[in-house]
């Protein structure tokens, strides 16, 4: 059981459909999967078809309600959510002013690993104190990178970030992988964006590259993920295979 966090500071490079596509892949061939949303704006809540006022909430599991008392379950067997909602807004501010707080959300989250076998945790695209406790909380990182040139700039600022986590809050951290997202295979930038990744993380990249796709943006907004929106999609496709390469890797 692994606890993976899907992080990067820019947003709109993919995080919340990953993380709730991949759970539901893997809870589509019978894993038990929990999504956590970390992120105030609740958009891995409302993808897996519940309200964004949804409550109880992840901010009052870090006012130290059971984590398992606030898990829903969604309409995919297997796959459960741990709602977020605006009040997580405040955790920011308060974070800073709790005594320990640093591991508050890893202490809060530890029930929960004896509740599935994949744990995905969709942060905000910042890095304060919600993103760091949730990198405080987390066994691995998966870094959405869009196939975009300011993502690239970004990235090497993250990777510092990520490797001072593990220095003084998390030694255990690993950076599961990089996955390119986004990618359109009509221009020249995608594959440069791809190539010039691949070049400098070698190890790191995943096989799989999520391709642009309408119906991937779509599927948000009738409450479902990709992959039970439109299965025969390109985007929904690209997310099987990448689920099924992280599986094996578990």
């Known amino acids: 059981m692994a606890i993976y966090a899907l992080a990067n500071q820019k947003g709109g490079v993919g995080k919340t459909t990953t993380a709730v596509s991949l759970a539901a892949c893997l809870a589509d061939a019978g894993a038990q999967t929990i999504v956590i949303d970390a992120d105030p704006q609740a958009n891995a809540t409302v993808a897996l078809g519940l309200p964004k006022d949804e409550q109880p909430s992840l901010y009052d599991v870090l006012a130290g309600m059971p984590a398992v008392e606030a898990l829903r379950d969604t309409a995919i067997p297997g796959l459960r959510v741990l709602p977020a909602h605006a009040d997580l807004a405040a955790a920011n501010v308060e974070l800073p002013r709790t ?120 599927a948000p907004s009738y409450g479902m993920p990709i992959t039970h929106y439109d299965a025969r999609s390109a985007g929904a496709e690209a997310y099987f295979t990448l689920a099924e390469e992280l599986a094996a890797r578990a």
């Open 99 to 218: 005594e320990n707080s640093d591991h508050l959300l890893r202490d809060a989250l530890a029930p929960l690993k004896d509740e599935a076998q994949f744990i995905f945790l969709d942060c905000p695209p910042s890095i304060g104190p919600l993103t760091l406790n949730a990198l405080g909380s987390a066994d691995r990182v998966l870094v959405p990178v869009q196939a975009e040139y300011f993502a690239l700039e970004g990235l090497g600022s993250l990777l510092e970030t990520l490797a001072l986590v593990q220095k003084q809050l998390n030694p255990s951290l690993a950076i599961e992988g990089l996955i390119i997202t986004m990618f359109d295979p009509r221009t020249r930038l995608s594959h440069d964006v791809e190539a010039e990744v691949r070049k400098h993380f070698p190890s790191l990249v995943f096989d799989t590259v999520i391709p642009r796709n309408v119906r991937v943006s779509e």
